[in-house]
């Protein structure tokens, strides 16, 4: 392996320069040019493109024994398990090593993690949450493996039921709270509700309702009239006063947001006369 004094010792070349035996052909290196070389300030760089004399690229070795450079060698890393997946992220040249007897050549570390989780596919959003209950880590030669463990929690809706307020203008009205509010066991997770302040109406709007109120209350009682005359019976005073008095509240009523409505006769026992 000649090395040869520099004829131009004011140029960039050192003063001594290494060339091989043998000049490579042209078409025996094309393949150096997608190589990577570590220089000697921990720089990573690609080949230089530097050829010799016959057009064909420098070689590993004459880079090394010129300037220093270390031709880096990477790793290609392939999930070890069905489904795995592989983050590599390479670690500082400090961290790279040489091999004995390849002193060209320098290798890469890197940190691989693979991830192999049990996270379903294609459940319903609607129907269930997919939730991470369980993860494992495991030091492997080449990459640390980590085991995530995933399960499906079913969506539980019991939205409380509305109540008709009397003499108010609507319904109790409950809406979601945000998902993170909701209960959770260990195979459920439960929504919860808020009621909603449904605010103040007008004396018109609240007097509509009132009616509307007290014209529900009479339909409620209207059977009872029509079981009477099928079965023979007589519609008890109690259930007729009542019935009128219903008719009579809003004429009478003194606070449209206060309203004091009349107590319904027991039934069946207050429904209809008893027979003498």
């Not at 040249?93 to 596919?121: C, K």
């Not at 990459?143 to 307020?165: D, G, Q, S």
């Not at 319904?171 to 260990?186: A, F, L, S």
Request: proline share 7%.
């Amino acid at each position: 392996m000649p090395w040869i004094d520099d004829p131009h010792p004011e140029s960039d070349h050192p003063d001594r320069y290494w060339l091989p035996d043998v000049i490579p052909e042209k078409n025996e290196t094309l393949e150096q040019t997608s190589k990577k070389y570590l220089k000697p300030d921990g720089g990573v760089i690609p080949h230089p493109r530097w050829v010799f004399d016959g057009g064909a690229y420098v070689t590993d070795e004459y880079l090394y024994r010129n300037v220093g450079y270390l031709r880096v060698v990477q790793t290609e890393f392939t999930p070890l398990n069905e489904g795995g997946k592989i983050s590599v992220q390479m670690n500082p040249p400090a961290e790279w090593h040489v091999r004995a007897g390849e002193e060209f050549n320098i290798y890469a570390t890197y940190t691989v993690i693979e991830t192999l989780d049990s996270e379903p596919q294609d459940y319903d959003l609607d129907q269930y949450i997919c939730r991470k209950v369980g993860e494992t880590t495991e030091k492997l030669d080449d990459r640390t493996l980590i085991k995530v463990e995933y399960k499906l929690k079913k969506i539980v809706k019991n939205a409380p039921i509305p109540k008709l307020v009397l003499g108010q203008k609507h319904q109790e009205t409950y809406m979601e709270n945000p998902i993170d509010e909701w209960d959770e066991t260990e195979d459920e997770i439960h929504v919860t509700y808020s009621k909603v302040d449904n605010g103040t109406v007008s004396e018109f709007e609240q007097r509509q309702v009132v009616i509307a109120d007290r014209n529900e209350l009479l339909r409620y009682t209207d059977f009872a009239f029509i079981l009477a005359i099928e079965k023979g019976w007589e519609v008890s005073d109690e259930l007729k006063s009542y019935r009128q008095e219903l008719r009579d509240l809003p004429s009478k009523l003194t606070d449209i947001y206060n309203v004091e409505w009349p107590k319904e006769p027991h039934y069946p026992t207050e429904y209809f006369k008893k027979e003498s």
